[in-house]
């Protein structure tokens, strides 16, 4: 097992955590971390953009001109394709851009995109994060002083105080264990995890 340094708030060292290889340091697939993370943003879409087709267009109820005689091109309504104003061919329409994979391969995306983490060792686990008020400043210089830009915080439960201390930071964002994902794994450079919340991790993976 991979032995981790656990710290406090002051950057401290104040004790150590063995961590699960089999979550903390498996083989990174990075096959399965892109599908994961397609499925993730295709199901984020929201589907909603619409275009008319010439039935839905109004207006063009009457033929422009009789069929022959005039010299001009056969025309049955103003609000054909081909037409300023008219409908529109294989626009796009309301539809759900969602699919699944496998549980399994999506617990495989999360075990590659931990892994990725320790070994760049842009994982982080602090013991707790004592907070007795919200706080955005005190929070802050927490922040700093991990030297963190963009980071993704992992808690073991609903902590309000940290919750609404944090929301006026940029680029931090705070998620319960069980909300963990590839994506948010990925789209931050600093991973932070609370101690309690690794056996949670570990727990819910190794199922």
Known sequence: MAVVDVFDIEKKKVSEVDLNDAVFAAEVNEAIIYDVVKMQLASRRSGTASTKTRSDVSGGGKKP?????????RSGTSRS?????????????????????PKKVRKKALISALSMKLKENKMVILKD??????STRVFKSVFDLFSLKKALF???DNNEVLLKSSRNI???????SEGINVYDILNHEHL????????????????
């Not at 994060?129 to 919200?134: A, G, L, R």
């Open 65 to 73: 001109w009789r069929q022959k005689g005039t010299g001009r091109a």
């Open 81 to 101: 394709p081909i037409w300023r104003s008219g409908g529109t061919v294989f626009g796009p329409h309301p539809r759900d851009y969602s699919y699944s994979i």
């Open 129 to 134: 994060f004592p907070m007795d008020k919200i």
């Open 154 to 156: 992992v808690l073991d």
């Open 170 to 176: 940029k680029n931090v964002k705070m998620v319960r």
């Open 192 to 207: 932070i995890l609370l101690e309690p919340s690794v056996k949670k991790i570990e727990g819910a993976l190794l199922v």
